[in-house]
């Protein structure tokens, strides 16, 4: 069974592009310190670069993180790697990441070929999901359904979970979309959760994941809202707001 699927005595604490309020973010350092931290699992962003390698990146564009210009799709991974992504650390590839963390932590890899949408990202993914045989340590999360529809396709035994915040409202979207894309879980963004909506959508068997819950106050808000797992730029300061 999938690790994401099971019970838990408490809401599951991941690290938002790892510890990235203390590390570069979607580094192997950030990775790193969100499991010394004490996460049970990491949230991560994927995209293709031109090379075809599956690289770690939030982002379109390479500016904020690096400094570069340009697009992401638009580099190698050669020249990609020759970056700062900050502090020296450098923009790593999926396989780095899974063969850096170790056994046991959960990742939530959101697949973000938003901009690129036909770029075969999805089977790469998976391929290499695969080869590290971790299928049971992944959820897939996305804001497009069609790449959530791909991917139950490609995995169906990997969950998935659907993005939204205020701008992607998904109760309107709710009866074109669950029929386009299942998935298991819906990830809002935190100011969207309410007791209200973690118990409409437990009663239909389908978990909630928030983000980015910084806030003392607002983790223990989403804890009490009963949510599968809180996503956060410090997995330390939600083990200390949820007393873990």
């Not at 699927?5 to 510890?19: D, E, F, S």
């Not at 075809?52 to 050669?78: K, N, Q």
């Amino acid at each position: 069974m999938n690790n994401w699927l099971q019970t838990h005595t408490h809401p599951l604490v991941i690290g938002h592009r790892g510890a990235s309020a203390y590390a570069p973010e979607n580094t192997l350092a950030a990775f790193c310190l969100a499991r010394e931290q004490g996460a049970d699992g990491i949230e991560l962003d994927v995209k293709r670069c031109a090379s075809g390698d599956v690289v770690v990146m939030h982002d379109p564009t390479l500016l904020r993180t690096t400094g570069a210009a340009g697009l992401v799709h638009e580099w190698t991974l050669a020249e990609l790697r020759a970056l700062d992504a900050g502090q020296g650390e450098h923009v790593p590839t999926l396989d780095d990441v899974f063969d850096a963390i170790g056994p046991n932590l959960l990742v939530n890899v959101e697949v973000t070929n938003y901009t690129t949408p036909d770029d075969g990202l999805e089977p790469l993914v998976v391929d290499i999901i695969r080869r590290h045989a971790i299928a049971d340590r992944i959820v897939f999360s996305s804001f497009h359904p069609l790449v959530l529809r791909r991917l139950a396709v490609l995995a169906p035994d990997i969950p998935r979970a659907f993005l939204y915040d205020d701008e992607v409202r998904f109760d309107i979207q709710a009866v074109f979309n669950d029929p386009l894309m299942p998935h298991e879980f819906r990830n809002p963004h935190y100011s969207m959760v309410t007791h209200a909506l973690v118990r409409e959508l437990r009663s239909r068997h389908i978990g909630v994941n928030t983000w980015t819950v910084n806030a003392p106050a607002d983790i223990k808000r989403m804890a009490e809202c009963g949510v599968t797992s809180i996503i956060g730029d410090s997995p330390k300061t939600i083990r200390e707001a949820l007393g873990l």
